[in-house]
Every structure is written in structure tokens, then in C-alpha cells.
Nanobody, 118 residues
Framework: QVQLVESGGGLVQTGGSLRLSCTASGRTFSTYNMGWFRQAPGKEREFVASISRSGGSTSTAESAKGRFTISRDNAKNTAYLQMNSLKLEDTAVYYC???????????WGQGTQVTVSS
């Protein structure tokens, strides 16, 4: 089992940047595919980005392409989401997740709030 802790959220103006971190407990971080999701008030949770175990393959939602970059450092047991050119509609709670199978996530963090203001 792995525990995930997100950090790096906060309040930022439109056009600004934030980097979210997701740190995992245990020694098996490199065996998990990692993903970032978000949920805005009144909306369903949606996929943002994912990265393979080695970091060699990534996927990004259309709404985030060109602005968000997912990465990972297996030596630090940490996944990242670099968010640039933030928009009001990026306001949400952001969650990281870990899983063994592609697109199937078994473990979730508690979430970190990102608020973009004008």
C-alpha cells in the first residue's frame, strides 16, 4: 500500500504558475503509474495528466495541453504537476493517484486546493 500527500496548491492570479508535488510513502513508488486529477465545485472529477512508471510516457488532457507538465522523480518518490498560464477554470481541488494498471488508480491523495483569481 502507498500513501500519497499532495502539496503546492494555493491562490494565484490568472496567467500565473504553480507546481504541485505528490510524495509517496514506501519503497515501491517506481512501480506505479501516476496521475493527476481535479474536481471543481459542482463538477465531476476529471483527468488532468498521467505518467508511466519510468516517466517515459505521459498523457495530458486537452484542457491542459501546452500549459501543464507532469513529471516524476523516482529517487524522491515524488510526482509533479507544473501548471503555467493558469486560468480561472483551473480552480479545483487537485488529487494525485497511483496505480499498477494503465488508467486504473488504486490509491489517492487527500487533495490540494488550487484557486485562480482574476
Amino acid at each position: 500500500q502507498v500513501q500519497l500527500v499532495e502539496s503546492g496548491g494555493g491562490l494565484v492570479q490568472t496567467g500565473g504558475s504553480l507546481r504541485l508535488s505528490c510524495t509517496a510513502s514506501g519503497r515501491t513508488f517506481s512501480t506505479y503509474n501516476m496521475g493527476w486529477f481535479r474536481q471543481a465545485p459542482g463538477k465531476e472529477r476529471e483527468f488532468v495528466a498521467s505518467i508511466s512508471r519510468s516517466g517515459g510516457s505521459t498523457s495530458t488532457a486537452e484542457s491542459a495541453k501546452g500549459r501543464f507538465t507532469i513529471s516524476r522523480d523516482n529517487a524522491k518518490n515524488t510526482a509533479y504537476l507544473q501548471m503555467n498560464s493558469l486560468k480561472l477554470e483551473d480552480t479545483a481541488v487537485y488529487y494525485c493517484a497511483a496505480g499498477w494498471l494503465p488508467k486504473k488508480y488504486d490509491y489517492w491523495g487527500q487533495g490540494t486546493q488550487v484557486t485562480v483569481s482574476s
